[in-house]
């Protein structure tokens, strides 16, 4: 087979084939096989219908395409491989010239993954947070504590301010009339949350327990009932209890209810104690990501648009699936969010291109250290899975086989090695 190609520009490569007329014999042999088992004519058993009868029946650019699927495959990965090309996208065919007794002759153009020039990624310093857990950290844990366990009390004769809860009862009004979904009875607001249209809460401080008010609002332009945007809105409002937090007193008592410890000493050490590997933890995570974003930072590379594209694309249908194990759709997330996919896709452009840069320093890391998967490495891979999953090891790595994602996990567990290479040689400040 003969392969020439042409670099078109950074990224595209076109790589022009000619298989031989002996091959195309062949494979259109194989096709007229394929189709013979698949059809069921009338007077002849599956697989001995004479060619001419077939192509009568079908034909004979069924025949010609079932030939292409046989050829063009085999001579487009032989011609990537000749050329030292990995693609990172599917090919733009065009065939030139394609008859049973002539070579076949096409054209494939290719997007290469991008080479990497990889500057300093050993030994690099980078900065590691110290752990220091301060008593005032300590308290506001405690404090976050008492606030849990707060019980709302009726305030007696208090005027409404911000943090308290109002129990109200309201009607709202548009041009003088009432409108869908502006009433309530006994609806309970936290003045101050800012829950309800700007103005509203602001206009309700001050007032008592039993009184009434009037308060007048706009609606924002981008409101998402339509009919409302940018409507005044008058609301007859009546406060009927006006409720604050109650906290607990910090002490022994407390914490016995509140936890497995019998004093308050025991409860201020464990929060101490679990800060700290909090702390410690995210400091380890910190220093970790630090040693690759330098390693990252220091390289070059220029990134296929295509790559960008398909990772904001598998970004999104991560997020699909979460929404979906959540009860929603990535439809009704949008409507909610008041955006459209092709904002959505823009929002993730820029952390879709710094995963992509990533994992091709990673991949040039491995490449330039000599690093290999071990059998042991895909296990460690597919037990993860399985704990992710909280499904069996078997069952994984039967899906895995399976679905043909060996080479994926592979990719996946040497990156990982490259990023630990690089995590274990930096150099903490």
């Known amino acids: 087979m003969k392969v020439t190609a042409e670099k078109i520009d950074a990224h595209k490569t076109v790589l022009a084939m000619e298989v031989p007329q002996a091959e195309v014999g062949k494979a259109f042999d194989r096709a007229y096989q394929k189709l013979a088992n698949k059809v069921n004519i009338p007077g002849f058993r599956k697989g001995k219908v004479p060619r001419k009868v077939l192509e009568m029946r079908l034909g004979k650019e069924a025949l010609k395409d079932e030939a292409l699927e046989i050829l063009i495959p085999n001579a487009y990965g032989k011609a990537l491989k000749e050329q030292a090309i990995d693609p990172v996208d599917r090919p733009e065919i065009e065939v030139v010239t394609f008859e049973e007794n002539e070579p076949l002759v096409f054209k494939a153009t290719v997007v ?52 308290d809860f109002a129990i109200i009862d309201f009607e709202g009004f548009v041009d003088g009339q009432p409108f869908k979904g502006g009433d309530a009875k006994g609806y309970p607001l936290e003045v101050g949350s800012g829950s309800f249209i700007p103005g509203f809460e602001d206009q309700l401080l ?5 009184e009434e008010r009037e308060v007048k609002v706009t609606f924002p332009a981008d409101y998402f009932v339509p009919e409302l945007a940018g409507k005044e809105a008058l609301f007859k409002v009546k406060v009927n209890d006006i409720k604050r937090k109650e906290l607990p007193e910090l002490d022994d008592e407390f914490v016995k209810e509140v936890s497995e410890f019998n004093s308050l000493e025991e409860l201020k050490a464990d929060v101490e104690n679990k800060l700290k590997e909090t702390a410690t933890a995210k400091a380890e995570r910190d220093f970790r990501s630090g040693a690759v974003k330098a390693a990252v930072d220091n390289a070059t590379v220029d990134i296929p648009e295509v790559m960008i594209e398909h990772e904001i694309d598998n970004m999104l249908r991560e997020m699909d699936v979460n929404l979906q194990n959540r009860g929603l759709s990535l439809a009704k997330y949008l409507e909610m969010a008041k955006t459209d996919i092709g904002a959505l896709r823009g929002n993730y452009r820029e952390s879709a291109q710094n995963g992509v840069k990533v994992d091709l320093v990673l991949e040039a890391v491995a490449k330039a250290e000599s690093l290999e998967v071990t059998p042991e490495d895909l ?32 990719s996946q567990a040497l990156r990982k090695k490259a990023a630990k290479l690089l995590i274990d040689s930096a150099v903490a400040e």
């Open 112 to 163: 290469g993954k991008p080479e990497v020039t990889l500057g300093e990624y050993k030994g690099l310093t980078v900065q590691k947070p110290v752990v220091d857990i301060t008593v005032d950290d300590v308290a506001q844990e405690l404090e976050t504590l008492r606030n849990r366990n707060a019980k709302m009390v009726v305030a007696e004769g208090a005027e409404l301010q911000k943090g």
């Open 206 to 210: 001050g007032a008592k327990a039993a």
């Open 379 to 410: 296990e460690a891979e597919v037990a993860a899975m399985a704990a992710g999953y909280q499904a069996s090891v078997d069952e994984v790595r039967k899906i895995v086989v399976e679905e043909g994602r060996v080479g994926a996990l592979a």
